[in-house]
């Protein structure tokens, strides 16, 4: 009986660059930044402003979720104590290639070290991408309805700017008597 997933020795570039955008944009420029472009754990975390710590269960989640997109079979931590020593563990895997893991995350560190692999083919591949969808129709058509929008907004603000009822003028200042006394 033969996986209906490709193992993720096989995982071709074209396959990460669809996951990457299927994927939600935090999590999407998180892998990007941490396993594409190969910034350091330490770079990542004082880039975004959060700690190690934090920074390595955003990694795993955003990894769970990548490799849940190319292997529904994987499965995600429990919350709490297991996150936790996934997250450690997963940034050890990253910097180590003998760091030991257990067999539940044995995928998503296969799937980071592919990737990790085929950096330079998965950029180009979201470059290619990203200039495809900002030349598509249906990107152009979204900017021009933007566009409009933005125009709507203005004309609107300047009839009611302009139509708005004249104030009253203010009124004259009082004279006071001096006190005769």
């Known amino acids: 009986?033969?996986?209906?997933?490709?193992?993720?020795?096989?995982?071709?570039?074209?396959?990460?660059?669809?996951?990457?955008?299927?994927?939600?944009?935090?999590?999407?420029?998180?892998?990007?930044?941490?396993?594409?472009?190969?910034?350091?754990?330490?770079?990542?975390?004082?880039?975004?402003?959060?700690?190690?710590?934090?920074?390595?269960?955003?990694l795993l989640r955003a990894a769970v979720a990548l490799t849940r997109r190319l292997n529904p079979a994987a499965r995600q931590p429990a919350e709490g104590e297991e996150e936790a020593a996934?997250?450690?563990?997963?940034?050890?895997?990253?910097?180590?290639?003998?760091?030991?893991?257990?067999?539940?995350?044995?995928?998503?560190?296969?799937?980071?070290?592919?990737?990790?692999a085929v950096s330079g083919e998965v950029a180009t591949g979201l470059e290619a991408a990203t200039q495809e969808e900002q030349a598509s129709p249906r990107r152009r058509r979204e900017d021009w309805m933007r566009r409009l929008a933005v125009a709507a907004l203005l004309a609107l603000t300047a009839y009611l700017y302009l139509s708005r009822p004249q104030e009253p003028p203010p009124p004259p200042p009082r004279m006071v008597a001096p006190d005769a006394g």
């Open 1 to 58: 009986m033969t996986p209906s997933e490709p193992p993720p020795s096989h995982l071709s570039p074209s396959a990460f660059v669809v996951a990457l955008r299927e994927l939600e944009p935090r999590a999407a420029a998180l892998l990007t930044r941490r396993l594409v472009a190969g910034d350091a754990l330490e770079a990542c975390a004082r880039f975004l402003g959060v700690s190690e710590a934090a920074l390595s269960v955003s």
């Open 86 to 116: 996934w997250a450690r563990m997963l940034a050890a895997a990253l910097e180590r290639e003998a760091a030991p893991v257990p067999a539940g995350l044995v995928p998503v560190v296969e799937v980071c070290r592919r990737l990790r």
